[in-house]
């Protein structure tokens, strides 16, 4: 997940409007209240993953800063950020308390950009395996359950539930991909840029910060990961439901 390190003000500001009109939109309609309440769990179990797989890699590379700070944990409240969470409900997108670590720490088998590659990439990637496993449950009561279930209001209920968790999952996993300080995919990049290109991307950090900003509050964003969100979402539904047989 990210973390900022600019013009938080300017961010916040930001942040706030949108929360507000997110708020605004779900107060007036009592179905989109509804949604937003099926949906903290897919928040909860989203951010809590994604930031305990940042932490765990690096921990096994050999960096116990989040080990120490105690973010090698399970529990929602360890990786929580109120506003990040808060903003995934009502805007689509968010984040959670940044996992703090020390590439000098990695093992000397690995540079410390691949070290901070393999950190990186782990939250995305654990986002995708929870939406796996999520999708198989969704599968295997659809299989196995029964029809008077899945009609019934708890069934009914607990499938929103479940695919909420699937959703949310890929739709933070995909998000965080996009290469652009500060997301995850930012530090995937690095790595394979050739020499000079890298120090200008590193150089010029602030200018990917204001072209991160540009396209979220514009919806650019939107635009351009939802083709890969999908994609990723037939992927893993048909592989589950291949598995199940349906």
Not at 24 to 53: C, D, K, M, R, W
Not at 203 to 220: D, K, S
Not at 225 to 246: H, K, R
Request: proline fraction near 5%; charge should be neutral; glycine fraction near 8%.
């Amino acid at each position: 997940m990210f973390n900022f390190s600019f013009d938080r003000r300017t961010l916040y500001i930001i942040i706030g409007v949108l929360i507000l009109i997110g708020a605004l939109q779900y107060l007036a309609n009592p179905g989109q209240l509804y949604s937003l309440l099926i949906s903290i769990p897919g928040v909860l179990v989203a951010i809590t993953f994604h930031e305990f797989a940042h932490a765990f890699t690096a921990d096994k590379l050999g960096d116990d800063t989040a080990r120490r700070e105690g973010r090698l944990s399970l529990n929602p409240k360890d990786h929580i950020d109120p506003i990040g969470g808060l903003m995934l409900l009502v805007a689509g997108f968010g984040w959670g308390k940044p996992v703090h670590v020390d590439p000098r720490n990695y093992t000397r088998k690995l540079s410390m950009e691949k070290g901070e590659a393999i950190v990186s990439i782990a939250g995305p990637l654990m986002n995708f395996i929870v939406a796996f496993i999520f999708s198989l449950i969704y599968c295997a009561i659809y299989k196995f359950a029964g029809l008077a279930f899945i009609t019934s209001t708890v069934g009914s209920a607990v499938l929103l539930i479940i695919a909420s968790v699937i959703s949310i999952n890929i739709g933070l996993g995909v998000f965080n991909l996009i290469p652009l300080p500060p997301l995850d995919g930012s530090k995937v990049l690095i790595p394979f840029l050739p020499y000079n290109a890298k120090e200008w991307f590193i150089n010029n950090e602030q200018i990917f910060y204001i072209i991160f900003v540009l396209i979220w509050i514009t919806g650019i964003a939107g635009t351009i990961i939802t083709p890969a969100i999908q994609a990723v979402s037939n992927g893993i539904l048909s592989l589950a439901q291949f598995i199940f047989g349906l």
